[in-house]
């Protein structure tokens, strides 16, 4: 069977989406695009011969479309999938679901009115060979109980549009995510430290930040941020157990020797760093909806206790304070 995709938000990630739907992925065809630059949407959907539908309510409710993936802005993911679940399609929404936690759990609520999963959110370290690597000798008890992690988080640069909320609402959001999945632990409290700012950001930017936070089991993870290191896309990930410590791989890549020096080149940008991650998670993600399982990928739930992590951090980072995490009490249907 081949399910017909509709993709809103036909930006950098919607693009790299509509040509690995294309290209790589089996079982999917995208058969429309809709984005609120007609001419993006029409040169995205160009990759897939799709049509370009002028709305993405039309699109959602369009024939064709059997399933929605939705790479528009973080803002405006909340009212896209409630419009996704009141049509009872299923939806991949990129990180963030939501970008306010509220909104999260009207997502929560209605997705279990509706009575069966629907959503599933873009957190592709899950699906990351190291990553998964890491999660199944923690869970074999390799390293013993977790008790700290320290993760650094660098991109090359950012845009002028970038604020300093986003380095933990639209970046440090995939290390809440990936960790809360690595420890199965939910956070607790939150504080983010500035240390000196770079010369090279955009003045209004608090960069590089470090975020702390800490576990109901009563870990502590460090979350170095610096979207403007200049030198590479670097994510680095060590959990510290209480036999031993585990580290997340460098991407494989020859090690060349030569002129007194031994080295490896750095990835420079996340669609290289994470290209398999991102084939495998939209692979999983359709051979779920082509075979009526239930889908096993980042939930709502998911969703939603990150953004109230990353709420909590922005909070942190205004106030200088260390700021309580309070999750609502989790539903059965999410267990
Ligand atoms: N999993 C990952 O590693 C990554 C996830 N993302 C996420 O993907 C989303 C998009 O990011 P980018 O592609 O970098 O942004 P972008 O700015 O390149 O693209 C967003 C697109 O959405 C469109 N759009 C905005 N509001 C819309 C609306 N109401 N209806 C229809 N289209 C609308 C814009 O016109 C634009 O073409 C964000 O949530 C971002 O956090 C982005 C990069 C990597
Ligand atoms: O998700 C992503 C972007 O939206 C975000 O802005 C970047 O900082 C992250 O590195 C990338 O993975």
Redesign the pocket.
Known sequence: MTIGIGLIGAGW?GEEHVSRLTNVITGARVTAVSDIDLDRAAKVAAIAGARVIDSPEKLIDDAEVDAVVITSWGPVHAEQVLACIAAGKPVFCE?PLTTDAADGLRILEAEQAHGSRLVQVGFMRRYDAGYRQMKQIIDAGGVGAPLMAHCA?R?PS?PES?HSG?ATL??AV?EVDALRWLLDDEFVSVQVVKPRSTSKRFEHLTDPQIVLLETAAGARIDVEVF?NCQYG?DIQCEVVGETGTVRLPDPATPVVRGAAQAGFAVVQD?PSR?AAAFDVELQEWTDSLNSDRALAGPSAWDGYAATVVTNAAVRALESGQIVPIELTERPAFYA
């Open positions: 990630i990180k988080h991109n950012v970038y986003m639209d970046t995939h979207v896309y996340f994470f």
